[in-house]
T-cell receptor, first 113, second 115 residues
Framework: DTAVSQTPKYLVTQMGNDKSIKCEQN?????MYWYKQDSKKFLKIMFS???????INETVPNRFSPKSPDKAHLNLHINSLELGDSAVYFC????????????FGPGTRLTVT | KNQVEQSPQSLIILEGKNCTLQ??????????LRWYKQDTGRGPVSLTI?????NTKSNGRYTATLDADTKQSSLHITASQLSDSASYIC??????????????FGRGTQLTVWP
């Protein structure tokens, strides 16, 4: 199936731990994104990469570090997890940078205890 | 400041009824406006996308309108079904400079359809 996939779907961990979320798209898109959706369902962009190059970096704590080994993958690594990091994280991709349709993954629900 | 405001925050209707969701935005320069449907536990899925020159677009029982002058959009759902229960998110895209490729999200309208 052509899609945006994320792993894991659920992640429960303790404060202070380091964790990673993986994202892959097989749509042949150049641009990938990470979004955070809080408990009030508000989606907010965190990062965007175009052809492995960082384009958008919102005011996200530097504990969050995206890594793009190739343009089909954009992984999110989080150091020293905090309670406030609990949220659903969505990966998305679009054909190119700009006002193009974005396709979202199924989300990763992160719970920090 | 680029913002997208949606109303109502939540809405309950009976199956078979119609409803209209509203979206106001201040995003500039405007590129396009999209309506997404997000089912519980899933990622958002695009319903419609409209550019500046389009003032209406339909996708089955979903019809979106856009008034670029007043910066307002609406999503009309006809003959609602139980499967329409979801969050509907208005998303506006900017098209220039540092905002290129950035989407501005509304907080969504949570629609519940009762049998």
């Amino acid at each position: 199936d052509t899609a945006v996939s994320q792993t894991p779907k659920y992640l429960v961990t303790q404060m202070g731990n380091d964790k990673s979320i993986k994202c892959e798209q097989n749509l042949g898109h150049d641009t990938m994104y990470w979004y955070k959706q809080d408990s009030k369902k508000f989606l907010k962009i965190m990062f965007s990469y175009n052809n492995k190059e960082l384009i958008i970096n919102e005011t996200v704590p530097n504990r969050f570090s995206p890594k793009s080994p190739d343009k089909a993958h954009l992984n999110l690594h989080i150091n020293s997890l905090e309670l406030g990091d609990s949220a659903v994280y969505f990966c998305a991709s679009s054909q190119f940078i700009g006002p193009y349709e974005q396709y979202f993954g199924p989300g990763t629900r992160l719970t920090v205890t | 400041k680029n913002q997208v405001e949606q109303s109502p925050q939540s809405l309950i209707i009976l199956e078979g009824k119609n409803c209209t969701l509203q979206c106001n935005y201040t995003v500039s320069p405007f590129s396009n406006l999209r309506w997404y449907k997000q089912d519980t536990g899933r990622g958002p899925v695009s319903l419609t996308i409209m550019t500046f020159s389009e003032n209406t677009k339909s996708n089955g029982r979903y019809t979106a309108t856009l008034d670029a002058d007043t910066k307002q959009s609406s999503l009309h759902i006809t003959a609602s079904q139980l499967s329409d229960s979801a969050s509907y998110i208005c998303v506006v895209s900017a098209n220039r400079g540092s905002t290129l490729g950035r989407l501005y999200f509304g907080r969504g309208t949570q629609l519940t359809v009762w049998p």
